[in-house]
């Protein structure tokens, strides 16, 4: 069969030949982590039918912020202080830009079983640092982690007991610098690790998740409240840098690791977004037909859920954020990759991510009422903070 032929033939078995002829735009975008929904095969397909073909420059939340944007029809960092960023730099320039936030995915610190088992079985004065959330079973894929003893782990405070003190009789009180994983774990039960125990993250001065998880270490460092005064927040700073960068070299995208064969060696917890973790278990139950509970989440008990922005620069990137926000096969492509969608009507999140990991067998992470909702600090006093922990260069720009 001739050649052209062939081709006329496959176009009508697939329905393109019937469909209008219409232009693709190509959208120049700078995105973060949520370059996870646009690099998804399906997702590309359903923009392309759409005319939208997604290039992508690939670079953390507060790198995109802190750099020219021009050329660029979207971009798209994974929380509100770098699009808050952006956004008040377009305004006092006269380029306002518009927002959308078509999905949310909450900041989770990642570990491995062994490691939730051995905060499980710890107390710090008194009270557990993890418990499996309620309904877990006896492998729990979900944890609650109390931030306040976890903290006091990392600076090495507070009473420790739980297995630590079996045996023995008492606990043990206070290590300069910070407890170890050998500390909690002495007889090797779940872990053989001297490392200190702490939450890595990715590059504080590229990354939301990093700036974030500094907001809530600080949250609950400053009394379950935000400093409100530059010499506060600077203070602050200084005092928490520690249980923030004495983690190792950092990485620009802490998922990649913790999702690797070797990820268990390298790093015991690392933050990163509930979404990734949630598609992992997605296409391991595919493949697998089980979840992989070797990996597991640890909910902080104090909560802070990003709200990713695309911030649209032109009429065409306008157009895209339109579409992501609306469209009700990209919406549903979102939750089949672990985000939580956004109720059209109220604002809210909806419950289809719940109703759609029921019914593939994996758990559904819950979120308790009790927990406390962090607050982080004014952008200018975020932005000074990260600075300090991360010595990272000052914001550039208009005003």
Request: charged fraction near 25%.
């Amino acid at each position: 069969m001739p050649v052209p032929l062939i081709g006329l033939v496959l176009l009508m078995v697939s329905g393109n030949l019937l469909l209008p002829l219409h232009r693709v735009v190509t959208i120049e975008a700078k995105m973060a982590s949520k370059r996870d929904f646009f690099q998804d095969p399906e997702v590309k397909r359903l923009l392309m039918k759409h005319g939208f073909r997604v290039h992508i420059t690939n670079m953390g939340s507060r790198e995109i912020a802190v750099q020219d944007i021009e050329g660029y029809d979207v971009v798209f960092p994974s929380g509100q202080p770098a699009a808050d960023l952006i956004t008040r730099r377009r305004a006092r320039a006269n380029r306002p830009a518009l927002t959308y936030r078509p999905f949310v995915s909450p900041i989770v610190l990642a570990t491995y079983r062994d490691y939730a088992e051995a905060l499980r079985n710890t107390e710090v004065d008194g009270g557990r640092v993890a418990v499996p959330q309620p309904g877990s079973g006896d492998r729990p894929l979900y944890y609650t982690l109390d931030m306040e003893r976890f903290l006091k782990l990392a600076k090495g405070e507070g009473d420790l007991g739980g297995q630590r003190s079996q045996g023995s009789g008492e606990g043990r009180q206070a290590r300069a610098g910070g407890y170890r994983w050998d500390d909690i774990d002495p007889g090797h039960r779940h872990v053989r690790n001297g490392n200190k125990i702490l939450a890595q993250t990715p590059d504080i001065c590229e990354a939301n998740s990093a700036g974030t998880y500094l907001g809530l270490v600080a949250f609950v460092e400053y009394g379950n409240d935000a400093p409100d005064t530059v010499e506060k927040a600077e203070e602050l700073a200084r005092n928490i840098k520690p249980l923030l960068v004495e983690q190792g070299l950092p990485s620009s995208e802490r998922a990649e690791t913790y999702l690797s064969v070797d990820g268990k060696s390298l790093a015991p917890i690392s933050v990163i977004y509930e979404h990734q973790f949630l598609a992992h278990q997605i296409q391991y139950e595919a493949k697998e037909g089980r979840t992989d509970d070797e990996r597991v989440l640890l909910y902080p008990s104090t909560r802070f859920v990003t709200e990713p922005q695309l911030v649209a620069l032109s009429p065409d990137g306008a157009r895209l954020g339109e579409l992501i926000r609306d469209d009700p096969e990209l919406q549903h492509r979102a939750m089949e990759l672990g985000f939580r969608g956004r109720d059209a009507q109220s604002d809210a999140t909806s419950d289809q991510l719940a109703e759609f990991l029921t019914e593939r067998r994996i758990p559904v992470p819950v979120t308790s009422a009790d927990d406390t909702r962090a607050v982080l600090p004014r952008l200018s006093l975020l932005e000074r903070m990260v600075q300090i922990v991360g010595d990272c260069p000052p914001v550039q720009g208009p005003g």
